[in-house]
């Protein structure tokens, strides 16, 4: 895995320190991470996919299993690019989320060809560690990018409103936060350990002319539910409709001037720790002051 490059603008490298405590491989070149891994993971953008696989495809094996985390980038697509190396590549395609950083992920994957069972299950372990996962068919994936690929963004959405709300009724920003991200987290763990419909939960919240009552209503009548799942179908048709999703030859122009020499996210070897880890967001020392106040302690 490449050091992980600091927030924008800054030219320096988060220091790798802390990743490598826990057993993270730095290097500099995908090739050595190709020869001293098993299991890839392909983490970037879509556009990105065809310089990465020319450029590590000459060292692909047989006992390699390529993971593309690339949102909308084909099993077919990826295995047409790496049999010029390799006859049989096995190829894995998943969507996870950004909750994987807190070990609540959300994951789903789909497996090529000339992967075998063990291969996903391999798979499934690994992510399972970092949240939920399970395997879907490949033509499913775009709609769970839509779902719960995209679904965080919502959730801080959300989150960021109610906080408002709150404090425009008078709540401090923090503890508003505070109240609305709980709220959202009781009520997804109330959801998935009790099993109930989310509507049955919902009405249990509500008393005849109660307060929550006249607010859902507010919420219905602004289009509350249309808006959540046209963003689902919005955030499905992109993806289905994106730039790089065929992993073409041609498509390295679209990243004009891009070098082709660009960091795997991941790698892993059963044989050895971790090697890697995918990075999401930025750190909090890059948030704008005013969101930095919003977390003091």
Not at 208 to 230: C, D, K, Q, V, Y
């Amino acid at each position: 895995m490449s050091p992980p490059a600091g927030p924008p603008g800054d030219s320096g490298r988060v220091s790798p320190e802390p990743l490598q405590k826990m057993g993270v491989n730095f290097t500099v070149s995908n090739k050595d991470t190709v020869k001293n891994s098993d299991v890839l993971f392909l983490a970037v953008k879509p556009p990105i996919i065809p310089f990465i696989l020319e450029e590590v495809g000459p060292d692909i094996e047989a006992r390699h299993i390529v993971v593309s985390c690339a949102a909308g980038v084909t099993i077919s697509s990826i295995e047409k690019k790496l049999s010029a190396f390799c006859p049989t590549p096995k190829v894995i395609r998943c969507m996870t989320n950004t909750p994987v950083i807190v070990r609540e992920g959300a994951t789903v994957y789909a497996t090529g060809t000339h992967a075998d069972v063990e291969d996903g299950k391999l798979l499934e372990q690994l992510m399972a560690s970092v949240g939920f996962c399970t395997e879907v068919e490949e033509d499913l994936i775009d709609a769970v990018t839509g779902l719960s690929g995209s679904g965080p963004a919502y959730a801080f959405t959300a989150l960021d409103a109610l906080a408002d709300g709150g404090v425009k009724m008078g709540l401090p920003r923090r503890l508003a936060l505070r109240l609305g991200a709980q709220a959202l987290l009781g009520a997804a763990k109330m959801l998935l350990e009790s099993e109930q419909h989310p509507g049955q939960l919902k009405d249990n919240v509500c008393s005849p002319g109660g307060a929550t009552i006249h607010a859902l209503h507010f919420l219905e009548s602004g289009g509350f539910r249309s808006l959540l799942i046209n963003a689902v179908e919005a955030s499905c048709i992109r993806t289905r409709s994106a730039p790089g999703r065929s992993c073409r030859a041609s498509d390295r122009e679209l990243c004009p001037g891009r070098s082709p020499s660009l960091p795997l996210a991941m790698s892993y070897s059963p044989t050895t720790p971790l090697q890697g880890a995918a990075a999401f967001g930025r750190p909090r020392e890059d948030l704008p002051s005013s969101h930095k106040e919003d977390f003091a302690g």
